[in-house]
């Protein structure tokens, strides 16, 4: 931390950056006329935020681990708008967010519940996908090019221009009939 602005720099600066991309929304839904038994439903959603950018590092959010108070399981779990069963345990198997992914979840809580409902979200960045490096590089047309047209003046040479093209119109087209 940088004393003279009360600004992080460095690895705290990179965590705090990094964190905010796991973001958490909870929504519930509350008929105005509800009683303290009727049942609610209260929306969970975790969406990475992170920006796809070719030159950037992906940020991948593994592991992530859901606890709900008081204990729950999900009613209906969708992930990226797509309604999927939850075929998994998130306490020991976590779960994973590419960037620009999503998970919604609906749980079950009465009116009187609302007050002590707490979700709270665990999770790691991915070392593999921030870390992971791809890079490519052609060699110069002009180091290649010499290469390409002895290629071409080879080829054109011995002729086997002419029975490729003798084989290729033996091969009768899809028609109609096919």
Not at 6 to 18: D, F, H, I, R, Y
Not at 95 to 114: D, I, V
Not at 134 to 157: C, D, G
């Amino acid at each position: 931390m940088n004393d003279d602005e009360g600004v992080a720099s460095g690895p705290v600066a990179l965590w705090q950056e990094l964190s905010r991309y796991l973001t958490m929304t909870v929504d519930a839904e509350v008929p105005s006329n509800a009683q303290h038994d009727t049942e609610t439903v209260v929306t969970l959603v975790l969406e990475n935020t992170a920006r796809v950018h070719p030159d950037w590092p992906a940020i991948v959010f593994d592991d992530i681990s859901i606890d709900v108070m008081p204990e729950r399981s999900p009613q209906s779990s969708s992930r990226d708008g797509a309604e999927k069963p939850l075929s998994f345990n998130l306490r020991t198997h976590g779960l994973a967010l590419q960037t620009g992914e999503s998970l919604s979840q609906k749980y079950p809580f009465t009116k009187g519940e609302l007050a002590d409902v707490e979700f709270s979200i665990r999770s790691t960045i991915s070392r593999r996908a921030f870390f992971h490096l791809e890079r490519s590089e052609k060699i110069p047309l002009t180091h290649t090019r010499e290469t390409v047209l002895s290629f071409l003046k080879t080829y054109n040479e011995i002729e086997i221009h002419g029975a490729l093209e003798s084989g290729l119109l033996s091969i009768s087209l899809p028609g109609k009939q096919t």
